[in-house]
């Protein structure tokens, strides 16, 4: 069972910041937070992940709480290409890692002009 | 990121036959590949993970023999949907996971939709 809980959708004017919230309660010291999205007929792709740290890159900014049990991910300025459905997913992370990408419902965003 | 394809990008069959797609890893050697499969407006349900040269693990409910799964090279895995009837039509993506500096990371396909009549 996937272990995050997320709005089932959200919108987002074009230009604008789009904030998507996910919790994770249950999230143990050594799972990663990791955002994928998937637009429409096409595979998921990889945004951001983060342990406890604030990460940002060229696509997105993943903001994690002190207690790790919430997190969002920032699009600084949201287009229409980036509405999709976003998915938070928590997983441990290493070498040999046996853990399994599990997707939940995500949030789909959908973003307009 | 990795490239990750699968071949075809959308087959249309006739239910009873037998259909095969292919899970390339195109620039990275896979430690392990996973299948995926997506009904409409619904999520990704992991069915299967392969290492190469040994027997793929199913998921709870995934019949084994219906999706039969083919490991033969660190770059290549298969999945042949047997017998294939209606209720198979779905989509289906595959994902390789690769060393990258301490860690391994997850790419994904971009998807194979399956019809069948």
């Known amino acids: 069972d996937a272990k995050t809980t997320q709005p089932p959708s959200m919108d987002c004017a074009e230009g604008r910041a789009a904030n998507l919230p996910c919790n994770h309660s249950?999230?143990?010291?050594?799972?990663?937070v990791y955002w994928y999205r998937q637009i429409h007929s096409q595979g998921p792709q990889y945004i951001i992940h983060?342990?406890?740290n604030n990460e940002t890159n060229e696509m997105a900014s993943l903001i994690i709480t002190e207690d790790r049990k919430s997190s969002t991910l920032i699009l600084p300025h949201a287009t229409l290409r980036d509405t999709a459905v976003y998915y938070c997913?928590?997983?441990?992370?290493?070498?040999?890692?046996?853990?399994?990408?599990?997707f939940g419902t995500g949030t789909r965003l959908q973003v307009f002009p | 990121g990795a490239v990750v394809s699968q071949h075809p990008s959308r087959v249309i069959c006739k239910s009873g036959t037998s259909v095969k797609i292919e899970c390339r890893s195109l620039?990275?050697?896979?430690?392990?590949m996973f299948w995926y499969r997506q009904f409409p407006k619904q999520s990704l349900m992991l069915m299967a993970t392969?290492?190469?040269?040994?027997?793929?693990?199913?998921e709870q409910g995934v019949e084994k023999d219906k999706f039969l799964i083919n490991h033969a090279s660190l770059t290549l895995s298969t999945l042949t949907v047997t017998s294939a009837h209606p209720e198979d039509s779905s989509f289906y993506i595959c994902?390789?996971?690769?060393?990258?500096?301490?860690?391994?990371?997850?790419?994904f396909g971009p998807g194979t939709r399956l019809t069948v009549l």
């Open positions: 997913i928590v997983l441990l992370r290493g070498y040999y890692n046996t853990d399994k990408l599990i």
């Open positions: 249950t999230i143990s010291g050594n799972e990663y």
């Open positions: 392969s290492n190469e040269g040994s027997k793929a693990t199913y």
């Open positions: 983060g342990l406890k």
């Open positions: 994902s390789a996971r690769v060393r990258q500096g301490a860690s391994d990371e997850q790419f």
């Open positions: 620039d990275f050697q896979a430690t392990t």
